[in-house]
């Protein structure tokens, strides 16, 4: 973990979690409700860049708030929370005032690739939880039926998440 303590960071960041893995992604529904969200994105996706500014670090954890690096598009600057129902998002307008936990799992010396376990202010670990749509024009206009798999935390039985960081540059 020290490798990072005291470091702020950019990096691309996928999940490894067999059954899961691949980039994370950003719903880009048409409707504003629904757009910023973190998703399962897909293996056409290049993973979705972050930046980890740092906080703090304890024994097994390191602190820090998060928001999309700017390679990010339009979520570049926005920063990462998670609503009141656990579900993680970019939030423009409302305040985000927790910070994110990063737990390392492992890190291999001289390379730049972090595997971590991602805990919200909590301790809560990110997960992966589904939900089958069978309306038009919430993800994808033409689709009646799909499913989309969100990032959350602390949110009922999703499926626990392990994740890697491939970091750009320290900033």
Known sequence: MKH???RSFIAEVSITTPGFS????????TVSWA????????????PLRLQF???????????YDITGAPQAGEYAGVKLGMSRNGYLGFYREAPVTDF???QVVWYVDH???VDFIWRNHDGYQ?????????RPGLTLPDTRVQTQRWLAAGVGSGTALQFLAKIERYV
């Open 4 to 6: 990072i303590e005291g």
């Open 22 to 29: 691949g980039p994370i992604g950003v719903s880009e529904a």
């Open 35 to 46: 757009r910023g969200w973190l998703v399962q994105g897909s293996a056409e996706q290049p």
């Open 53 to 63: 500014d740092y906080l703090e670090h304890s024994t097994d954890r390191v602190l």
């Open 100 to 102: 994110w936990k990063l």
């Open 111 to 113: 390379t730049e690739h």
């Open 126 to 134: 990110v997960s992966m939880h589904e939900q089958v749509f069978s």
